[in-house]
């Protein structure tokens, strides 16, 4: 399993776009890079997924250089309700491939929105 | 609305008084599993199960018990609970491909073994 080196914390204002940068640097051939968020007392929610380069959808962008031994989640013009801690994860797309058991979730980093 | 449904949300109950969580979910998937949730360990795999009848341990399988007889639905039994299984649980799932949705988490439980 690929280990996830995120910062513990960031604090960022409304209205600003945020960067969390995830190191992996054992990354296998066959992963992919997920990240979710999680509020208090809840269950964590996927947020995007990627395997390289840039992926977008309607609540984030992900960047992942060609090397692929980092990712950066983009958050575009935050608002209070983005405060929440944010996983990054890597592990294989697929169960069959035999890594059922990864998804193993870091610390994550704690994400403050102030106004 | 697909989902994940765990129950009971919160419980409180004494050292060696067997307990189950249920988890159940209606998007036919495959892969269930759950984890348990401390301050400063993030979210720690318990057990998983690839289809029905099928089941394995996860990273922190000790005093927990799993069983998947139906698709929708993976309890978590706790035969003798003890105080440091108080925590919060998490139940989530997934179809065979990860690739659009990844998991789906249902809302927690949270547990407290006095």
């Known amino acids: 399993l690929a280990k996830t080196t995120q910062p513990i914390s960031m604090d960022s204002y409304e209205g600003q776009e945020v960067n969390i940068t995830c190191s992996h640097n054992?990354?296998?051939?066959?992963?992919?890079i997920t990240w979710y968020q999680q509020f208090p007392s809840q269950g964590p929610r996927f947020i995007i997924q990627?395997?390289?380069t840039k992926v977008t959808n309607e609540v984030a962008s992900l960047f992942i250089p060609a090397d692929r031994k980092s990712s950066t989640l983009s958050l575009p013009r935050v608002s209070l309700s983005d405060t929440a801690v944010y996983y990054c994860l890597v592990g294989a797309i697929l169960i069959s491939s035999g890594s059922a058991r990864q998804l193993t979730f870091g610390s994550g980093t704690q994400l403050t929105v102030l106004p | 609305e697909a989902q994940v449904t765990q129950n009971p949300r919160y419980l409180i109950t004494v050292t060696g008084k067997k307990l189950t969580v249920t988890c159940s979910q209606n998007m036919n998937h495959e892969y269930m599993s759950w984890y348990r949730q401390d301050p400063g360990l993030g979210l720690r795999q318990i057990y998983y199960s690839m289809n029905v009848e099928v089941t394995d341990k996860g990273d922190v399988p000790e005093g927990y018990k799993v069983s998947r007889k139906e698709k929708r639905n993976f309890p978590l039994i706790l035969e003798s609970p003890s105080p440091n299984q108080t925590s919060l649980y998490f139940c989530?799932?997934?179809?065979?491909?990860?690739?659009?949705?990844?998991?789906?988490f249902g809302s927690g439980t949270r547990l407290t073994i006095v």
């Open positions: 989530a799932s997934r179809g065979p491909d990860r690739r659009n949705y990844g998991y789906t």
């Open positions: 990627g395997y390289k």
């Open positions: 054992n990354i296998a051939t066959n992963d992919y």
